[in-house]
């Protein structure tokens, strides 16, 4: 059996990555599709503590810490569930991966990009998506959508709208560098656009 597929979904806070993963697992699911859904920091116990942690707006952490411990929670999401499933043949969505870390800690904290890959590298054992789906909207707009959920802004919501323009631009340097990988998806419109538009662009990997 030879190894599964592995779909992740990037994009700024407010672009719709966790709409679109759960409208993606559903579509595929009607095809007959029996995808995993997995998100980050997350996805098993050891991630979903970390997560807590760094989104805690009482918590103090530095740049290089922040940057440690998602690489962290993400290689115990690899070794405890994506490596197994990927192993079994399985098809795998999942809302964030490296592309993350390099846009908001290697831009976005100013760490470097060539920096924050090399820890990810490590922490994943080099695990390269086969499909990205970058949802592209604009700062202002992610903004919005963020600062209207429901509940508290978490810690890297706090952060100035600077921070996120450097993010937005470096996912569209990642973008062009990797075109045949990471796929740019106008998010600035209705769901059900965004989904149809996802779907086309993984058709031939379904």
Known sequence: MGRGTLITIEGIDGAGK???????????????????????????????RIRELVQDPAATIGSRAEALLYAAARAQLVEETLAPLLAEGRFVLLDRFVDSSLAYQGAGRKLGIDAIRAINDFGTGGLTPDRTLLL????????????????????????????????????????????????????????ATVLADALAAIEDLV
């Open 18 to 48: 966790s709409t679109l993963a759960r409208g993606l697992f559903g579509a595929l699911g009607e095809r007959g599709l029996d995808a995993s859904l997995l998100r980050e920091p997350g996805g098993v116990r050891t991630a979903e």
């Open 136 to 191: 592209d909207v604009s700062t202002g707009v992610g903004r919005r959508r963020s600062q209207g959920r429901s509940g508290e802004p978490d810690r890297l919501e706090r952060q100035p709208d600077a921070f996120f323009d450097r993010i937005a631009a470096a996912y569209r340097e990642l973008a062009e560098s990797e075109p045949e990988r990471i796929r740019v998806i106008n998010a600035g419109r209705p769901p």
